[in-house]
């Protein structure tokens, strides 16, 4: 029960919160039933959001846990976060750029939208996965807690928001 209470009210927040999503995806329906073949891609891009905000999460976290952070190394750690970041952006948006113009049969631009969203995407949640439990922790909120949820929210919102500003942008190429 006390679990509950602790985890409860969080879920039903990111509940009410989440709802920007979906609003967010019916925001872009022009662009979606202009390229039907954006939807495919929707679940990876907030799969890879939550599962990279997640994981720098569980560094940041453990490193609480263990009193590991002081001002210089949370520097560090940002720094390092970013760099892992950049790196992982990179190789899972070319890797999805080349399946997209494969299943496009083709389509460059396809590619490239959902490669630099998914890239913007992984930067983006691996720093929100390490700032947002320290500043959840320096105000005293348990970041086990109220950290996963809120990041995920969060990214889903951010990621979808990229993929379909930039898809609709470059609209005109596809």
Not at 45 to 59: D, H, P, R, Y
Request: proline content about 3%; some cysteine; glycine content about 8%.
């Amino acid at each position: 029960m006390v679990a509950t209470k602790k985890r409860l009210p969080w879920l039903v927040l990111l509940l009410l919160i989440g709802m920007l999503t979906a609003g967010l995806i019916g925001t872009f329906e022009a662009t979606l039933a202009e390229v039907a073949l954006l939807a495919m891609f929707i679940p990876l891009i907030a799969e890879m959001a939550g599962n990279t905000g997640t994981q720098s999460l569980a560094v940041v976290v453990r490193g609480l846990a263990l009193n590991h952070f002081d001002r210089d190394s949370i520097i560090r750690l940002i720094k390092r976060e970013t760099a892992t970041g950049l790196m992982m952006g990179i190789v899972c948006g070319i890797i999805v750029s080349l399946i997209a113009l494969f299943l496009s049969q083709g389509s460059p631009i396809l590619g490239f939208v959902i490669g630099v969203s998914l890239f913007v995407t992984i930067l983006f949640s691996t720093l929100s996965g390490t700032i947002i439990p320290l500043l959840i922790h320096k105000l005293k909120i348990d970041p086990v807690v109220a950290s996963g949820p809120f990041i995920t929210t969060i990214n889903d919102i951010i990621g979808l928001f990229v993929y379909f500003s930039i898809a609709t942008s470059l609209l005109h190429y596809f």
